[in-house]
């Protein structure tokens, strides 16, 4: 309610009150219409603010809404008592239990724990579950076994702490207020809209101050020079615009959240249009964030399984008799489980308890031998041992599904150096062979292969043990382990990584495609990232790093020259050492990056170094740890299903299906927003001049007044408004995604271009359209042009009551005002008119409009039906108030100012036909916008 | 050097050139713009063109104290006015300017074309002799004679230099009206009826004459101060002309005064000339200034013979007839005129 445009309009009223006052003071009968005006003028500011805020905070409800439908509650022991209260209401010196699968709703200290282990990941990107107990080990409260952490999440076990820290003053809450310290800089479009509204209000201020002086040195009085001063600034304001523009936004934000993307405040909709890098986290955003079974090594091979969601296309060769060991070897030792009621929901979406990759193996096997529970019923298990650290390796003793093999069949997997020394023998084509060199050797080989895909790898052997020694009734005991666990034969690998969305390597050509650069930051171990990053497309298939091409030319990584690779892999420990030039240097000149390892901390420096480069920087993450991240971005995107709250509250904008794609769809919204927003500023641009001729004609020229200050205000948050609103549907004019990011500094919303076009061309010619049907008004009523000429003084002169006319009719001073009110209308239907011709060619900048389609948008059809609409109310239905200076209009009139509507949409086609023509021209460069 | 190429765009980016400003805003903060992959194209392509530019931004960027801001933005400002070493005002060549100019020239000649065509048609359209429409101009107005700015009539009867004015007001107002030249110029026609002239609208029409001497005692001839130095004032009333106006047959437009607001008593006795107190007939309807070149206005006197002295008397007078309005609110012009006489002594 103060900036821009408002104060423009706050002066305006303040003169007009003055103005008036000046009028009182020398005659007490002065007319009430400055106050009137005055009046109004504050009135449209005041509404316009309420209407800012409005809008602003129906945006603010989505997210709050939003954040109320995961509130967090805590068990508290107070009075003695067990109490579930509201995390928030906690403080410090409370008594917490926390179990398995809750959030730790505080920073605690542990006073007990049972077996508790948490998942700091999202504080440190630990991905392995820390234990917690009530030791104290370490100085570091990062480090010590006996602190929990607001917002991270108790795996198993219990515990019970006394609440050390809460809100703000927690751990995360610090990586919060790092993220809050970093200041809420102006969006992309806020920018442009400033600027916007400087080039406006100089226009405005220059033309004002420059006519006041001409006014005074022709002698006018400076009363006089005042009100032309007021006129001339409401004809410059476009007092509807800022509101269409929020209106507009707001709408591309619904229509964004449609396709799952939540914007919190409807300007970053065009922030994500004009960004150039996004920074992604891996897992859950390109990721699907579950373990999967990718690669599969037996017979001496290796196989592809399917990854995508949901596993449907498992092609590798399943004949091989060594497949019907490995999958009887993956079924049964695998202690992972479906949970139960849940016989109607597709494999892959089932609940499963167990860890992730026990989950991968189980949903693997379930989807290709079907009913795994059957299998293992039929293979009663005897015995086993769960996996553990020391021993690296899971093993089960199994009865046979053969009834004719009275053998124990014993099942073995785990890390598969340790299962291969366990063997002395592998199987490949179902027959036993010894274990020789060159075997272990293939197996290293595909080993290294499958490690080096980033891929977490298990072995998987198998032993039948002897029926005479081992007979039906032979009680196996695992403490002492009275069976064999050495001379195993293997059977083969398998490998498992957490597989890319299927989505996102299109989304991730279409990023590329349009000229948007992206960049991994993880927390993740650089082979894994960079695997992924392959698979996905973010290192494209033929691009290398430094190391690889030192790997492929056998020569020291320092040797390599740094132009020829052209992705790099970047851990958070080099980063740790770089100056930040080192890093600007990374970030300019390779096109494909991935930094893996890192912290907090470092994705904000590493989104610092982007935005050093001009870049409008989009961060995806899920954590806390990128919260300060998310924040420090130009636009920060949260997940909505994995993210955590300080990840949603920092981020600007939601993604609610977890989809990078639908990120591409968000930045193709955010292009066409500002494409459209460009062509609603044209439209409304244009009028100005139109209102503002008429002021400087009759200072110059003395004509009657052509329009009113009431009148254009009647333009400008009346009849333009819906059509404005309208340009927001427009469709894109060619693929958007296929040209470059727009460039912060350079691609203004409203260039030299568009103002001189709207202004220098479209205006003046809806000037002169206007005036022409201004000018029959008056001469079909007696006054032709030219005796109108410098008739000014005696026009407004309340005493001359004979005015005489062409024909020598006498007026009243009465007379000509009602025919100058008639003259307003008019005026205001010849910019009503020229205006629909206007909204018609602003509906593309380069194509012609019947490429475009007249009748596509059916929004502008509305827009111009609400322009007429409007403008024959205010013409014929309210033609008795005098206070609005709106007089009936012959029906004729309407029809004055149509061809030069019509020569509007000709020149307008002739333009975009040389701009098609001779791209590149010197056409093209002045006139495209 | 490299870190300098990558910040430039190609030549071929349509804005470049226009963005100096914002560019050099950037010079010292290692602006690195471009991700582009053709950057790498890009830089080998433009080195020969850009290098004389790099070599000036380089000293520049150098030859400054850096925190002197304004110094830079003056610096930045002459050199957008007046680019000396390309040669280049406000951002553009010398041949970039006159292009535009006279491309803009061409444009605005064609509008002023089709502007003009407009208006020439517009004027086809319309009559010069007889207005399209008159519904705005009725129904008729009110004015006085004499009228100096002010409808207050203040003087002293003992003080001459207080009503010279009006006297000179009148005399001037009524040249036109001299009996000599009246049947000179116009013909004498019947009263009672229209003055009608058939004819096209092109032909000169003759006017009926309104002598002077038919205001009486008004006319100035006997009483050569309108009655302004007896205290017994003068006030010519004239019904603004309206193209084709007629007042309903036989019952000519009267004219009545009357004392607005106050006792009714302080006018106690007006004498109208003609003294019938209307318009008669014969002076309409009026064909308009270009045909009726000599038709002047008839005209009712007012002698207020008997007006209270020494205070002010707001009198109101009002057009009496059919087809006549004397009640807007808005427009206290309209079928009535209200003055005040002040007449001291």
Same mark, same amino acid.
């Given at each position: 309610?103060?900036?821009?445009?408002?104060?423009?309009?706050?002066?305006?009223?303040?003169?007009?009150?003055?103005?008036?006052?000046?009028?009182?003071?020398?005659?007490?009968?002065?007319?009430?219409?400055?106050?009137?005006?005055?009046?109004?003028?504050? &009135?449209?500011?005041?509404?316009?603010?309420?209407?800012?805020?409005?809008?602003?905070?129906?945006s603010?409800?989505?997210?709050?809404?939003?954040?109320?439908?995961?509130?967090?509650?805590?068990?508290?022991?107070?009075?003695?008592?067990?109490?579930?209260?509201?995390?928030?209401?906690?403080?410090?010196?409370?008594?917490?239990?926390?179990?398995?699968?809750?959030?730790?709703?505080?920073?605690?200290?542990?006073?007990?724990?049972?077996?508790?282990?948490?998942?700091?990941?999202?504080?440190?990107?630990?991905?392995?579950?820390?234990?917690?107990?009530?030791?104290?080990?370490?100085?570091?409260?990062?480090?010590?076994?006996?602190?929990?952490?607001?917002?991270?999440?108790?795996?198993?076990?219990?515990?019970?702490?006394?609440?050390?820290?809460?809100?703000?003053?927690?751990?995360?809450?610090?990586?919060?207020?790092?993220?809050?310290?970093?200041?809420?800089e102006k969006t992309p479009i806020a920018i442009e809209i400033e600027h916007f509204?400087?080039?406006?209000? !100089?226009?405005?201020?220059?033309?004002?101050?420059?006519?006041?002086?001409?006014?005074?040195?022709?002698?006018?009085?400076?009363?006089?020079?005042?009100?032309? &001063?007021? !006129?001339?600034?409401?004809?410059?304001?476009?007092?509807?615009?800022?509101?269409?523009v929020?209106?507009t936004l707001s709408l591309t934000a619904k229509r964004m959240a449609k396709k799952n993307c939540l914007v919190k405040s409807p300007e970053a909709v065009e922030t994500l249009g004009s960004t150039s890098i996004i920074c992604s986290d891996k897992t859950g955003t390109l990721t699907q964030n579950?373990?999967?079974?990718?690669?599969?090594?037996?017979?001496?091979?290796?196989?592809?399984?399917?990854?995508s969601e949901?596993? $449907?296309?498992?092609?590798?060769?399943?004949?091989?008799?060594?497949?019907?060991?490995?999958?009887?070897?993956?079924?049964?030792?695998?202690?992972?489980?479906?949970?139960?009621?849940?016989?109607?929901?597709?494999?892959?979406?089932?609940?499963?308890?167990?860890?992730?990759?026990?989950?991968?193996?189980?949903?693997?096997?379930?989807?290709?031998?079907?009913?795994?529970?059957?299998?293992?019923?039929?293979?009663?298990?005897?015995?086993?041992?769960?996996?553990?650290?020391?021993?690296?390796?899971?093993?089960?003793?199994?009865?046979?599904?053969?009834?004719?093999?009275?053998?124990?069949?014993?099942?073995?997997?785990?890390?598969?150096?340790?299962?291969?020394?366990?063997?002395?023998?592998?199987?490949?084509?179902?027959?036993?062979?010894?274990?020789?060199?060159?075997?272990?050797?293939?197996?290293?080989?595909?080993?290294?292969?499958?490690?080096?895909?980033?891929?977490?790898?298990?072995?998987?052997?198998?032993?039948?043990?002897?029926?005479?020694?081992?007979?039906?009734?032979?009680?196996?005991?695992?403490?002492?382990?009275?069976?064999?666990? $050495?001379?195993?034969?293997?059977?083969?690998?398998?490998?498992?990584?957490?597989p890319p969305r299927s989505t996102v390597p299109d989304a991730v050509t279409k990023c590329r495609s349009a000229g948007i650069k992206v960049i991994m930051v993880t927390?993740?171990?650089?082979?894994?990232a960079k695997a992924i990053a392959k698979s996905v497309g973010i290192i494209s298939a033929n691009s290398e790093t430094?190391?690889?091409?030192?790997?492929?030319?056998?020569?020291?990584?320092?040797?390599?020259?740094?132009r020829?690779a052209k992705a790099a892999v970047v851990?958070?420990?080099?980063?740790?050492?770089?100056?930040?030039?080192?890093l600007d240097e990374i970030l300019a000149n390779y096109q494909e990056i991935v930094f893996a390892?890192t912290?907090?901390?470092?994705k904000l420096i590493i989104v610092e170094g982007c935005q050093r480069q001009d870049a409008v920087v989009a961060v995806t993450g899920d954590?806390?740890?990128d919260?300060?991240a998310l924040k420090k971005a130009d636009i920060g995107i949260a997940m909505g299903i994995a993210g955590?709250?300080?990840a949603k509250?920092a981020a600007d904008m939601v993604l609610l299906d977890d989809n990078f794609a639908s990120i591409v769809t968000g930045v193709e919204e955010g292009r066409l927003i500002f494409d459209n927003l460009k062509k609603t500023i044209a439209?409304?641009?244009?009028?100005?001049?139109?209102?503002?001729?008429?002021?400087?004609?009759?200072?110059?020229?003395?004509?009657?007044?052509?329009?009113?200050?009431?009148?254009?205000?009647?333009?400008?948050?009346?009849?333009?408004?819906?059509?404005?609103?309208?340009l927001a549907y427009e469709k894109a004019e060619s693929d958007i995604m296929n040209r470059k990011p727009r460039h912060k500094k350079k691609d203004r919303l409203v260039n030299e271009q568009l103002?001189?076009?709207?202004?220098?061309?479209?205006?003046?010619?809806?000037? &002169?359209?206007?005036?022409?049907?201004?000018?029959?008004?008056?001469?079909?009523?007696?006054?032709?042009?030219?005796?109108?000429?410098?008739?000014?003084?005696?026009?407004?002169?309340?005493?001359?009551?004979?005015?005489?006319?062409?024909? !020598?009719?006498?007026?009243?001073?009465?007379?000509?005002?009602?025919?100058?009110?008639?003259?307003?209308?008019?005026?205001?239907?010849?910019?009503?008119?020229?205006?629909?011709?206007?909204?018609?060619?602003r509906k593309t900048r380069r194509n012609s409009?019947?490429q475009q389609g007249?009748?596509r948008n059916?929004v502008?059809?509305?827009?111009?039906? $609400?322009?007429?609409?409007?403008?024959?109310?205010?013409?014929?239905?309210?033609?008795?108030?005098?206070?609005?200076?709106?007089?009936?209009?012959?029906?004729?009139?309407?029809?004055?100012?149509?061809?030069?509507?019509?020569?509007?949409?000709?020149?307008?086609?002739?333009?975009k036909?040389?701009i098609r023509?001779y791209p590149g021209s010197?056409?093209d460069k002045?006139m495209y916008y | 050097?490299r870190r300098?190429l990558r910040s430039r765009r190609t030549p071929s980016f349509p804005y470049s050139y226009r963005y100096?400003?914002d560019d050099?805003?950037e010079?010292?903060?290692n602006y690195l713009a471009d991700e582009e992959e053709e950057a790498e194209e890009e830089a080998r392509v433009m080195?020969?063109?850009?290098?004389?530019?790099?070599?000036?931004?380089?000293?520049?960027?150098?030859?400054?104290?850096?925190? +002197?801001?304004?110094?830079?933005?003056?610096?930045?400002?002459?050199?957008?006015?007046?680019?000396?070493?390309?040669?280049?005002?406000?951002?553009?060549?010398?041949?970039?300017?006159?292009?535009?100019?006279?491309?803009?020239?061409?444009?605005?000649?064609?509008?002023?074309?089709?502007?003009?065509?407009?208006?020439?048609?517009?004027?086809? *359209?319309?009559?010069?002799?007889?207005?399209?429409?008159?519904?705005?101009?009725?129904?008729?107005?009110?004015?006085?004679?004499?009228?100096?700015?002010?409808?207050?009539?203040?003087?002293?009867?003992?003080?001459?230099? *207080?009503?010279?004015?009006?006297?000179?007001?009148?005399?001037?107002?009524?040249?036109?009206?001299?009996?000599?030249?009246?049947?000179?110029?116009?013909?004498?026609?019947?009263?009672?009826?229209?003055?009608?002239?058939?004819?096209?609208?092109?032909?000169?029409?003759?006017?009926?004459?309104?002598?002077?001497?038919?205001?009486? +005692?008004?006319?100035?001839?006997?009483?050569?101060?309108?009655?302004?130095? *007896?205290?017994?004032?003068?006030?010519?009333?004239?019904?603004?002309?309206?193209?084709?106006?007629?007042?309903?047959?036989?019952?000519?437009?009267?004219?009545?005064?009357?004392?607005?607001?106050?006792?009714?008593?302080?006018?106690?006795?007006?004498?109208?000339?003609?003294?019938?107190?209307?318009?008669?007939?014969?002076?309409?309807?009026?064909?308009?200034?270009?045909?009726?070149?000599?038709?002047?206005?008839?005209?009712?006197?007012?002698?207020?013979?008997?007006?209270?002295?020494?205070?002010?008397?707001?009198?109101?007078?009002?057009?009496?007839?059919?087809?006549?309005?004397?009640?807007?609110? +808005?427009?206290?012009?309209?079928?009535?005129?209200?003055?005040?006489?002040?007449?001291?002594?």
């Open positions: 309610m103060v900036g821009g445009f408002s104060i423009l309009l706050w002066v305006g009223a303040f003169l007009c009150w003055i103005a008036y006052g000046i009028q009182y003071s020398s005659d007490k009968s002065a007319s009430l219409n400055n106050v009137y005006l005055g009046s109004v003028l504050v &009135l449209v500011v005041i509404l316009t603010g309420i209407f800012a805020y409005y809008q602003e905070a129906k603010t409800n989505i997210m709050s809404s939003f954040n109320k439908m995961i509130p967090q509650q805590a068990l508290v022991i107070r009075d003695s008592e067990k109490k579930t209260i509201p995390a928030e209401q906690l403080v410090v010196g409370d008594i917490v239990e926390v179990k398995g699968g809750d959030q730790i709703p505080a920073d605690i200290r542990v006073l007990s724990s049972q077996g508790c282990r948490v998942d700091n990941s999202s504080l440190t990107g630990e991905s392995e579950p820390q234990p917690r107990s009530s030791e104290f080990t370490h100085e570091n409260p990062l480090e010590t076994k006996n602190i929990c952490f607001y917002s991270t999440t108790c795996l198993e076990g219990t515990v019970t702490g006394m609440v050390i820290n809460t809100g703000d003053r927690t751990i995360i809450g610090h990586i919060a207020s790092l993220a809050s310290g970093v200041g809420n509204v400087h080039i406006v209000a !100089g226009v405005a201020v220059s033309i004002g101050i420059l006519f006041f002086i001409i006014a005074v040195s022709l002698k006018y009085r400076v009363l006089d020079s005042v009100i032309f &001063l007021i !006129g001339i600034i409401v004809a410059n304001v476009p007092e509807g615009l800022l509101a269409t929020t209106v579950r373990m999967t079974v990718a690669h599969l090594w037996f017979d001496n091979q290796i196989f592809v399984a399917d990854t949901d596993h $449907s296309n498992q092609v590798f060769d399943q004949s091989s008799s060594t497949w019907a060991s490995l999958s009887k070897i993956i079924t049964l030792c695998n202690r992972a489980e479906f949970k139960p009621g849940q016989e109607n929901v597709p494999i892959m979406k089932k609940a499963v308890i167990g860890d992730a990759s026990e989950t991968a193996l189980l949903k693997f096997s379930e989807v290709i031998l079907g009913d795994v529970m059957e299998i293992r019923k039929r293979n009663r298990k005897v015995v086993e041992i769960p996996f553990n650290s020391t021993n690296k390796f899971q093993l089960s003793i199994h009865e046979t599904d053969d009834p004719h093999d009275k053998r124990f069949l014993m099942v073995m997997k785990g890390a598969p150096e340790r299962i291969l020394e366990k063997c002395s023998t592998i199987m490949i084509n179902g027959e036993e062979h010894p274990l020789d060199k060159s075997t272990a050797k293939a197996f290293h080989t595909a080993y290294m292969e499958l490690g080096g895909l980033g891929e977490r790898v298990l072995g998987f052997c198998h032993l039948y043990l002897p029926a005479d020694e081992f007979p039906e009734t032979y009680s196996f005991d695992i403490d002492a382990m009275n069976f064999p666990t $050495s001379n195993l034969c293997f059977v083969g690998l398998l490998s498992m990584i957490d927390g993740d171990h650089p082979i894994t430094v190391e690889d091409i030192a790997h492929r030319l056998n020569i020291p990584v320092e040797q390599v020259h740094q020829d851990t958070g420990m080099e980063l740790k050492d770089m100056s930040s030039e080192q390892r912290s907090p901390q470092q954590g806390v740890n919260s300060p955590s709250d300080a509250n439209y409304t641009l244009t009028k100005n001049i139109a209102e503002l001729c008429p002021f400087l004609i009759y200072i110059i020229a003395g004509l009657p007044l052509p329009i009113g200050t009431i009148t254009i205000l009647f333009i400008d948050l009346g009849t333009d408004i819906i059509p404005s609103i309208a103002a001189v076009y709207s202004y220098l061309h479209i205006g003046l010619m809806q000037a &002169l359209g206007a005036f022409l049907l201004y000018f029959t008004v008056y001469a079909q009523e007696g006054f032709l042009p030219h005796t109108l000429i410098n008739l000014r003084v005696e026009w407004e002169s309340d005493n001359v009551n004979d005015l005489e006319d062409h024909y !020598g009719q006498e007026w009243t001073r009465y007379q000509r005002e009602y025919l100058e009110w008639t003259g307003y209308t008019a005026f205001f239907v010849g910019i009503l008119v020229q205006q629909i011709a206007d909204l018609i060619i409009i019947f007249l009748f059916k502008i059809w509305v827009g111009i039906a $609400s322009q007429i609409v409007i403008g024959l109310i205010l013409s014929y239905g309210l033609g008795s108030i005098t206070a609005l200076n709106f007089t009936m209009l012959r029906a004729q009139y309407w029809f004055v100012a149509v061809p030069h509507a019509i020569l509007i949409w000709v020149y307008d086609e002739v333009r036909l040389f023509l010197w056409w002045n | 050097m300098q100096r400003l050099q805003d010079l010292n903060q080195v020969k063109e850009e290098e004389e530019e790099e070599k000036k931004e380089e000293e520049e960027g150098q030859g400054q104290p850096t925190g +002197n801001a304004w110094w830079q933005k003056l610096q930045i400002m002459s050199e957008y006015l007046w680019d000396p070493e390309r040669r280049m005002f406000l951002a553009r060549t010398g041949q970039s300017w006159s292009l535009i100019l006279l491309i803009y020239f061409f444009f605005y000649a064609s509008l002023a074309a089709v502007i003009t065509l407009c208006m020439y048609t517009l004027f086809l *359209t319309i009559s010069p002799y007889i207005p399209t429409f008159t519904e705005r101009v009725k129904p008729p107005g009110v004015m006085i004679r004499p009228f100096a700015h002010s409808l207050n009539f203040n003087f002293n009867v003992s003080e001459p230099e *207080t009503w010279q004015h009006y006297v000179i007001s009148l005399n001037g107002f009524l040249q036109g009206y001299n009996d000599s030249l009246q049947e000179e110029m116009n013909v004498d026609c019947p009263p009672g009826q229209y003055f009608i002239q058939d004819g096209d609208e092109d032909e000169d029409k003759k006017a009926c004459q309104f002598k002077r001497s038919f205001l009486k +005692n008004c006319s100035g001839l006997e009483d050569p101060t309108f009655g302004y130095s *007896t205290g017994q004032p003068c006030i010519l009333l004239k019904m603004n002309r309206i193209v084709g106006f007629r007042p309903e047959l036989g019952d000519p437009v009267k004219v009545s005064c009357k004392v607005q607001r106050g006792d009714e008593n302080d006018i106690r006795s007006i004498r109208y000339y003609p003294e019938s107190a209307s318009f008669d007939l014969r002076y309409y309807p009026y064909y308009g200034k270009l045909t009726h070149v000599n038709y002047t206005s008839p005209l009712v006197a007012m002698h207020f013979t008997d007006v209270v002295k020494n205070q002010a008397v707001p009198v109101q007078c009002q057009l009496k007839g059919k087809g006549i309005i004397n009640d807007v609110i +808005n427009d206290r012009f309209v079928g009535r005129v209200i003055f005040t006489l002040n007449i001291e002594t």
